[in-house]
């Protein structure tokens, strides 16, 4: 129909975590979602995959991002910004972008949460 029935699910190190509302019928979802979990001491990433929700049989995955925990290290203050969706199966071409806000709260090594806003892609 061209458009999409997109959601996200986040995983840190890929254990699913959180799934955000379905916005149906769109290529250009707004969810405007905000989430705070704890982190694991020892996490390796965080992986926000953006799904395509259908009734009628499996849901697609139509891209993901990785966030290590290299990247978060290098950006102290959390990061913001679009990032580019990247393939989960290497025959399907991706197309697209997510806009997220990611920031680790606490000290490295104790207790850390993971502020997770999941705003809108295209």
Same mark, same amino acid.
């Given at each position: 129909?061209?458009?999409?029935? /997109?959601?996200?699910?986040?995983?840190?190190?890929?254990? $699913?975590?959180? %799934?955000?509302?379905?916005?149906?019928?769109?290529?250009? /979802?707004?969810? &405007?979602?905000?989430?705070?979990?704890?982190?694991? =001491?020892?996490?390796?990433?965080?992986?926000?995959?953006?799904?395509?929700?259908?009734?009628?049989?499996?849901?697609?995955?139509?891209?993901?991002?990785?966030?290590?925990?290299?990247?978060? $290290?290098?950006? =102290?203050?959390?990061?913001?910004?679009?990032?580019?969706?990247?393939?989960?199966? =290497?025959?399907?071409?991706?197309?697209?972008?997510?806009?997220?806000?990611?920031?680790?709260? &606490?000290? /490295?090594? &104790? %207790?850390?949460?993971?502020?997770?806003?999941?705003?809108?892609? %295209?």
């Amino acid at each position: 129909t061209g458009s999409s029935d /997109p959601y996200c699910i986040v995983k840190i190190d890929d254990e $699913a975590i959180i %799934r955000t509302a379905t916005v149906w019928k769109t290529l250009s /979802p707004f969810w &405007g979602e905000e989430y705070e979990v704890h982190l694991q =001491p020892s996490f390796h990433s965080i992986s926000i995959y953006v799904m395509d929700e259908d009734a009628l049989s499996r849901d697609d995955v139509i891209g993901k991002v990785c966030i290590t925990r290299d990247t978060l $290290a290098e950006h =102290p203050k959390g990061y913001s910004g679009w990032m580019s969706l990247s393939e989960v199966d =290497p025959d399907e071409e991706v197309q697209g972008e997510i806009h997220l806000r990611v920031e680790v709260l &606490g000290s /490295p090594g &104790g %207790r850390q949460r993971l502020l997770c806003a999941v705003l809108e892609a %295209r």
